[in-house]
Structure formats: C-alpha cells, structure tokens
DNA sequence: GTCATTGCAAAGGATTTGCAGTTCC
DNA sequence: GGAACTGCAAATCCTTTGCAATGAC
C-alpha cells in the first residue's frame, strides 16, 4: 500500500503526534521497509534528508509512535530493538544465520487454540508465532556452523 | 526432575565442558528455577556460595552452555537476556504488566501446519509461540494502564 | 504563546573484551 | 603441562535522560 503525507499527517493527528518533517521521514521509512530495521537503520535512512537529525531524535520518535500504537517493537534477539510498522495481525521468521526476519501473514496462525496449563486468572489478548530456520543463502553458505544464540 | 552432581558432570563431558564448581552452581541453579533468570539473577543466585565470583563468569558460562546447547537463551524483551535449561519444545506466556514468564508446555502447539508464504528455500528448524496477556494479579492492580511495549 | 519536539552531550545499564592468575583434565 | 576457566577492570554497545533551543498547533 502506499502512503502519501496526508494519510501520515492524518495519522498523527487521531494520536495527538505533531507533525514535523523528522517524524514523518521517520515513520515513513518504517512503513516502506519490509525489514525490520533497529533504531540506526532507520536513522541511516533518514539521515541524508536531515543531516542535522541525532540518533535520540529516532529513540524519541519510536517510542512516541510505539506509545501510540502506530508501530510494534518487534523482540527477536535481546540486543537491538527493531521495529514494525505493519500491525496486521502477523508472525516472524527468522534466519539463525544472518537474523533476517521475515513477515509470515499465514492467517491460520491467528486462530490457536487457547492453550492448557497456564494460570486460570491469566487473561490472554494476543500471541505470536516466531519459527526459525535457515534462508537458502546462508544454507548454502554455511552448509552448517550457524550461530546457535538466539533461541526463545 | 531431581539432577544430581554427577548428573551435571556427565552432561558437562559429553560437550566437552570441564566441570567447575562455579559452572556447576549455575547451571543447577538454572535447572532449578522455574521463572526464566537474568545473567544477574542467576549471580544473585549463585553468589552466597561463590562470594569472589564475578558476574563477568556468569556472563561466560551462560554463553558457554549455549554454545553447547545446554540452556536457550529466552527474548523476549530486549532489554536483558533471560534463560532457560528446559529443552523440551513448549512455549511462553508473557505478562505484559509484570513481565512474568510461564512456561507453557501444552504439546498441541508443537505441531503447527508449516506455514504458507515463506520463501522456498528458506528451511525451518523450530518454532515457538509466545502469549502475551495479563496474570491476575497484574489484572487486579492495574485494572487496564499497561506497559505497550514489547509486541512482536 | 505554549508545549511538544528536536539536537546535542552526557549518563545509564547490559554485555563483552583484555589480560593475568588459577584450575581442571 | 596446557588449554580452559575465573576474576577484575575497562571498554563497548544500545538506549535513555537532561536541558536549552526550536517549531507545530
């Protein structure tokens, strides 16, 4: 789907966000990236419109749009937050090699059976599935040697 | 399940592991827990008996233990790392007030239908289910103002 | 005009690295 | 005896915080 400014703007005011040019650049690049890049990916991006932008500007923005629910904070590893700016209901895939995450839009996903064994005041408002795997470029390089951090 | 001293020394050997009583401490205490430790709660754990111990050293054997596969390492939010010495597949509940991990052991989500969507080369070695919700305690304090971040 | 937002710098917390001394095999 | 392990300190990396200046509403 594209996006023009108008339906950002617009956005930004049903959560009470300002609308100013870093914001949108920043929001923007989330909505157009099908990865799921940390906080300096999207600042690299953004950067060369706003040579003036700091690193704290991106944190700041992010977890303003995060607060608002404009974007998820997508947990995979420990060590770097990385971001999504697609909120349909959706689940991970990601590479033990090179930690590439791929959206899977598989909506029979959505529907699990609520499971048993867990704490009967335990209400559940939501799952994710994360599978994890090798892409076919890094089986093909690395045949096996693949990191083994990283598992959940 | 009770595991003994030696039980610990004979895994430590089949990976190839030289059993210190440092190493030993933690990973019985890792075994032993049933939440899902940081690297500091584990050296909190661990230190009365240990008093010269450094966390650096639990830092290092968490690492080396998963190297080995002995232990996962859970993500779940990225702010620290958390672990887990049970390798049987099952899955987690999240409280989203209190950050509590359940495990979840319900064998039904071990067996997902390969999901659809993904690329043809990519090939999938595990996967694993996270629920995200509120424990009834959270419920009762909180009654709705949580914490939105860490989705997924 | 006011208050959220930005930029810069500095702090903070978690984890890793370097290195010398120790200990298990 | 030698490689792996431990402890300590310093470094690194990611993220947050403080504060003055700016700009959107």
Redesign the interface.
């Known amino acids: 789907m594209e996006i023009s400014f108008s339906d950002i703007k617009r956005k930004f005011q049903e959560c009470g966000l300002k609308t100013t040019p870093q914001r949108t650049a920043i929001y923007d690049a989330l909505l157009r990236s099908t990865a799921h890049p940390t906080a300096e990916d999207l600042f690299v991006k953004v950067a060369p419109q706003f040579p003036m932008m700091s690193l704290n500007t991106v944190y700041y923005t992010l977890g303003v749009l ?2 608002s ?1 404009l974007i ?10 990385r971001f999504d700016a697609n909120l349909t209901p959706h ?3 990601i ?2 090699g090179c930690q590439t995450i ?1 959206d ?3 909506p ?2 959505n529907r ?2 609520s ?22 470029s890094c ?1 093909r390089h690395t045949g096996r040697s693949i990191n ?5």
Chains 1, 2 share one sequence.
């Open positions: 995060r607060t629910g998820h904070e997508v947990n995979i590893g420990h060590t770097r937050a689940h991970h895939l590479c033990l791929v899977v839009m598989d029979r996903l699990l059976t499971p048993f064994g867990i704490p009967k005041d335990f209400e559940i408002t939501g799952h994710q599935v994360v599978f994890r795997g090798l892409c076919g089986r083994h951090s990283s598992s959940g």
